[in-house]
């Protein structure tokens, strides 16, 4: 196995996007960051330095961090903050996991521009399940402000209403062609003829469920958040904000130029970017036009599905299996059932420049009715670590405190959730099973909820009120898919299982940022096992302090 060493300095850079120049957050100046490419078994040290004028702190989206919640990264739950002039060296091992995952900034909105791709190779030797193409190509989507994009999240916050709506979705860093000044930077993927490629898509956006299709080409779906999958083809994919899907693509078609490109699946009645991101594939000795105007024949364009194609999101998501027969947890010890969905604050003034939400609210979001908020003066995991008082409490409900019709008509009453830094306790190696339930509170709306920590099988899900005397008989318990982030269905719910074996603090939050600004989010705190490896490690002594 391999030690990587690498050092990430966070700087702003001008960047230059839609015609304007941005000084924008960057990692050693790249936008997106750089690529990491690591096998199984590896390990990493990685020193973040920050040359910014913000607090940063970086998180290894999916990487599991056995009994080493200390390099996770989410700001003031494992760790605080990194301020400016200071630096911290993230220590992992990567144990048992291969495939797409990334990397990006866990400090309020600085991963809008901090994120790249996370590559894990199997062990050497080790073959996958699957005939493995010799290309790999990363597509990095993502969502680009003509602005700061702290000032858009300064304004969300202040004013108590929903944050601006962004200007571009981005491949690879680039709006490309179908926005202003773009035409030069689009990024063109050249391929042979014949050639099969792996494309590993990664959804890097604020707040944007995407849909992502290359005109004319198939993709087979093979793996999803660094899990295999039983292999099918579809020419479309759904994508979520934190989660990655490889595919492979075949250059079957007459050589030219094709369009690859994203744009909204917005399940929600709010406005949202409703623009379109393209990357050319390009094959190789691709005919010109002839004659006169000479030069390249345009692009084809894919067929996208309608923006709130929620049938075609939905197929999507059905479709995933597990590579092979899945150890699910076949019992379980910890039922939990949590809501997910928005919420308005009611403002004793109304008409002040603070409440400019729907009627003079501002906006909330809550699980099982709490609203999380940050500690600031130390993080949950060193709190829970040092037996510390007063950072969080631990009275997080495992089921609402009010249960209702999750399909709409709810009560203006119960719109409103309380604030708290709230925990649920898990005793180790406990079998969890999470039913997810929009609240459908504002706008029935797709919450794609992230677990640090862990991976876990998606063992149902559907539209409504999740009745759990019927719907539990229809679980896949065989080969559900693994994951590390999954969308509640917008008015629906959707269940999971996994075994509480890494203990530490992990934060569960829904990856749509505007939503995790306004609360959506708590922490689980897995209780140490027995063993010396069954224990929380000691935490490193340039550990962060608040
Ligand atoms: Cu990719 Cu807590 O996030």
Redesign the pocket.
């Known amino acids: 196995a391999e030690h990587h060493v690498q050092q990430f300095v966070i700087q702003p850079r001008p960047v230059k996007r839609l015609c304007r120049t941005h000084q924008s957050i960057t990692v050693n100046g790249q936008f997106p960051g750089p690529t990491l490419i690591v096998r199984n078994g590896d390990s990493l040290a990685i020193t973040v330095i920050n040359r910014a004028r913000y607090n940063i702190s970086i998180?290894w989206?999916g990487i599991r961090q056995l009994r080493n919640p200390w390099a996770d990264g989410?700001e003031y739950i494992t760790q605080c903050p990194i301020r400016p002039g200071q630096s911290y060296t993230y220590r992992f091992k990567i144990e048992d996991q291969e495939g797409t995952l990334w990397w990006?900034a866990?400090s309020r909105w600085l991963r809008a521009t901090v994120y790249g791709a996370l590559i894990i190779y199997p062990r050497l030797g080790v073959p996958y399940p699957f005939s493995m193409p010799k290309r790999d190509i990363p597509i990095l989507l993502g969502e680009w402000w003509d602005r700061n994009p702290m000032d858009v999240l300064r304004q969300a916050q202040f004013t108590g209403a929903a944050a601006n709506v962004s200007d571009a979705y981005t491949i690879n860093g680039q709006p490309g062609d179908l926005y202003r000044c773009s035409r030069a930077g689009t990024i063109r993927f050249p391929i042979f003829p014949g050639e099969t490629v792996q494309l590993r898509v990664i959804n890097a956006a604020m707040n944007q469920e995407l849909f992502f299709s290359v005109a004319n080409h198939q993709f087979t779906v093979v793996e999803t958040d660094s899990a295999y999958t039983k292999p099918f083809t579809t020419s479309v994919i759904m994508i979520g904000p934190?989660q990655t899907t490889n595919v492979l693509l075949t250059a079957n078609q007459r050589p030219g130029r094709y369009y690859m490109a994203a744009r909204a699946y917005n399940s929600a009645n709010a406005p949202f970017d409703n623009t379109t991101t393209t990357a050319i594939l390009q094959y190789v000795n691709a005919p010109t036009r002839r004659g006169r105007g000479r030069g390249q024949i345009a692009p084809v364009f894919p067929v996208l599905p309608g923006f709130n194609d929620t049938a075609t999101a939905t197929a999507f998501t059905n479709r995933l299996r597990y590579w092979k027969r899945a150890p699910v947890p076949q019992q379980v010890d910890e039922n939990l059932f949590f809501t997910v969905g928005l919420g308005l604050i009611n403002c004793s003034n109304p008409n002040s420049p603070r409440c400019q939400g729907p009627n003079g609210t501002r906006f909330a979001a809550s699980m099982n009715n709490m609203s999380f908020v940050l500690p600031r003066s130390n993080s949950v995991m060193q709190a829970y670590y040092q037996g510390m008082p007063g950072i969080f409490t631990t009275d997080f409900p495992p089921v609402p405190p009010v249960q209702f019709d999750y399909t709409g008509n709810v009560s203006r009453g119960l719109w409103q959730p309380i604030k708290g830094t709230k925990a649920y306790k898990l005793k180790y190696k406990a079998n969890v099973q999470i039913v997810l339930q929009d609240t459908s509170i504002v706008t029935p709306e797709n919450h794609p909820m992230?677990l640090?920590g862990y991976q876990f099988y998606v063992v149902g899900s559907g539209f409504g009120n999740f009745n759990p005397r019927t719907d539990p008989a229809r679980f896949n318990l065989f080969d559900p898919p693994e994951r590390n982030t999954i969308g509640t269905p917008p008015g629906g719910w959707v269940a999971i299982r996994f075994v509480a074996d890494n203990p530490g603090a992990w934060?569960m939050?829904c990856?749509i940022d505007s939503h995790l600004g306004w609360g959506l989010a708590m922490v689980f705190l897995v209780e140490n096992g027995r063993g010396r490896l069954q224990s929380v490690q000691a935490p490193p002594l340039d550990l962060p302090r608040c």
């Open positions: 998180h989206h989410p990006h866990h934190g992230h640090h934060f939050h990856h």
